[in-house]
Nanobody
Framework: QVQLVESGGGLVQAGGSVRLSCAAS????????VSWYRQPPGKQREFVAS???????NVTMSVKGRFSISRDIVKSIVYLQMNSLKPEDTAVYYC??????????????WGQGIQVTVSS
């Protein structure tokens, strides 16, 4: 099982910025996809952003323009830069990885989650 270790969360004031990191214990190859999800209090987990090993990114509309995702292939780290934070961004943020194996199977791993709290 691949380990995904999240860091960078905490308490921030509205309007502030936070950068989350997700460190993977294996190389992120071209077709692998690492994503960030979040789960606000009392709500379901939702997709935030993803980046492939190729560099292709996808950011959900509700945070587009405020959040960005990037990856460091050498370090196998994926970052989620969150700017202009709002109280409604308060959630547990989870790192997710889908690995495309040589046989065509897709393996999936989740991080343990990290709390981000935005105060008003």
């Amino acid at each position: 099982q691949v380990q995904l270790v999240e860091s960078g969360g905490g308490l921030v004031q509205a309007g502030g910025s936070v950068r989350l990191s997700c460190a993977a214990s294996r190389t992120i190859f071209f077709d692998d996809v690492v994503s960030w999800y979040r789960q606000p209090p009392g709500k379901q987990r939702e997709f935030v952003a993803s980046v492939a090993g190729s560099g292709k990114t996808n950011v959900t509309m509700s945070v587009k323009g405020r959040f960005s995702i990037s990856r460091d292939i050498v370090k196998s780290i994926v970052y989620l830069q969150m700017n202009s934070l709002k109280p409604e961004d308060t959630a547990v943020y989870y790192c997710n990885a889908r690995w495309l194996e040589n046989n065509g199977d897709v393996d999936e791993d989740w991080g343990q989650g990290i709390q981000v709290t935005v105060s008003s």
